[in-house]
């Protein structure tokens, strides 16, 4: 069974500094992996999309890194921003058996920017 | 874009009732829908795929007959949570796939949860 962990839990940073948020799995054996955003009403909103034979992908400033063998990602915001502040989903694509695919999702880090 | 809305936003009832929440696409058909469960400062768990016009798939550890899933249409799914008790007190959202598949990588659009209070 796949899971996912997400560290930090939490992240409280001034406005304009870069960060790196971590996620690690425990099955390598995904798909694909995706990263989430979760706004409190909103729901979520996908950021950005690593196919397992990919190694990065960038949209903005943002970019996310994949290393499947080690089942590890990271996501990595440039110059933040206070509108960055939300709750940010790792999420791997996996196989669950019977024909069916599922993501599975961390618990998420708390980013906070302030101003 | 794509927008799936739910109803209602957050709902409180009383343990032992029903309670019925709607998944809705706004501007696009779903052939499927699916449910996860969010407890507080935990991960979204997927409950159910729900395909249009068929029965829903649950995931191992969701009672189907505690959590009714019906797909009628293209643009709606609900999720009866039936005789509700505190346990089952978190937040449901649903997402669609545009692409109609649950394929890896196929979008999902998320809609914006709905919170059950059972007192």
């Known amino acids: 069974k796949q899971e996912v962990t997400q560290i930090p839990a939490a992240l409280s940073v001034p406005e304009g500094e870069n960060l790196v948020l971590n996620c690690s799995f425990t099955?390598?054996?995904?798909?694909?992996l995706q990263w989430f955003r979760q706004d409190p009403g909103k729901g979520l909103t996908s950021l950005l999309l690593?196919?397992?034979?990919?190694r990065e992908q960038t949209s903005g400033r943002l970019n996310a890194s994949l290393d499947k063998s080690s089942g590890r990602s990271t996501l990595y915001i440039a110059a933040s921003q206070p509108g960055d502040s939300a709750t940010y989903l790792c999420a791997p694509w996996g196989y669950s058996g019977a024909g069916s695919y599922q993501l599975t999702f961390g618990k998420g880090t708390k980013l906070s920017v302030i101003p | 874009g794509a927008v799936v809305s739910q109803h209602p936003s957050w709902v409180i009832c009383k343990s032992g009732t029903s309670v019925k929440i709607e998944c809705r696409s706004l501007d696009f058909q779903a052939t499927t829908m699916f449910w996860y469960r969010q407890f507080p400062k935990q991960s979204l768990m997927l409950m159910a795929t729900?395909?249009?016009?068929?029965?829903?798939?649950?995931e191992q550890g969701v009672e189907k007959d505690k959590f009714l899933i019906n797909h009628a249409s293209l643009t709606l799914s609900t999720l009866t949570v039936t005789s509700a008790h505190p346990e089952d007190s978190s937040f449901y959202i649903c997402s669609a796939s545009i692409s109609g598949r649950a394929l890896p990588g196929d979008t999902q659009y998320f809609g914006p949860g709905t919170r059950l209070t059972v007192l």
């Open positions: 099955d390598s054996a995904i798909y694909n």
């Open positions: 729900s395909n249009e016009g068929s029965k829903a798939t649950y």
């Open positions: 690593i196919q397992s034979s990919q």
